[in-house]
C-alpha cells in the first residue's frame, strides 16, 4: 500500500496574506497589534497624529477595507474593525 492510497485529499494551506508594501499599512497593523481591540477609522486617525478630518478617516478607511478584503483583518460591524482571532 503506497502512501497516497491511506491519505485524504487535503485541501492545499492558503498562503498567507499579502500585507500592501505602504509604510501606512504597517503602522495600521502596529496598532492593532499593540491595541489588542476593535478599532474604527477615527481612532487609528487618532493614533497616527492624523487630523481627525473627512479625507483622513476615508483614507484610512479604505486602507482597512483592503486588508478586510485581503483577510488580514475583519469587520465585526459596520466601520469596527479588528485582527481576526486564530
Known sequence: MSLAEGESEAEPAAPPAAVPDHPAYQQILTIFADTGQPLR??????????PIASKNTENIRSKLKRLVSRGILIETEPGLFAQPRP
Open 41 to 50: 477609522a477615527r481612532d487609528l486617525c487618532q493614533a497616527l497624529d492624523l
